[in-house]
């Protein structure tokens, strides 16, 4: 079963029309999609994937069983966008993680609907905590890239290279072994302190 059916299911047993995602791990986890401000709307019969036309063309690529919405218009907010896709749907609640959302964010949102807001927590992560074949396979791949970038970054490290030099080849070499991006908030410590 995929995580878009886990989702619905869940919905279903909360008796949920909706389910609001805003938390970058969690869409890349529900939609497969690689890049950045995005959101997921999703109903019982629809998926929409929010953001703005930076990234209308990947995600169609990305995301082809999801309908591309495009929030970032004169006036608009994500909070008037999801209101006006509940109203078309006739939404009358919509659930939403709580641990994610800021307070205005939240805000936003809620002055925008007509429905229900119902927080949720770690409702995705749940799903997530249970790894596939294919989830086992990227992180058995991941393990690999790490180990092949350690192997070359301990041949620089020597007194005079500081931390912050380190750890940008650190980012170079997990990029050059076949990481996605540079890896976010690694830490490269040294010294006495260590």
Partial sequence: ???LQKIRNYMEEHELDSFFVAKP???RY???YTGEDSYLYITKSKQYFITDPRYTEQAS???PSYEIVNWRTPGNTIGKTVGHLGECENIKTIAF???Y???AFYESIRNSVKAEM???SNVTEEFRSVKTKEEEGYLRAACEIASRAFEKI???IRVGVTEKELASRLSHYMVMEGADTKPYGGILISGART
């Fill in 30 to 32: 529900i939609s497969s």
């Fill in 101 to 103: 959302l800021t307070f």
């Fill in 61 to 63: 690529y990305e995301c």
């Fill in 25 to 27: 791990a969690n869409v």
């Fill in 97 to 99: 993680e709580e641990d």
């Fill in 118 to 120: 119902i927080p949720t």
């Fill in 154 to 156: 301990v041949k620089d």
């Fill in 1 to 3: 079963m995929n995580t």
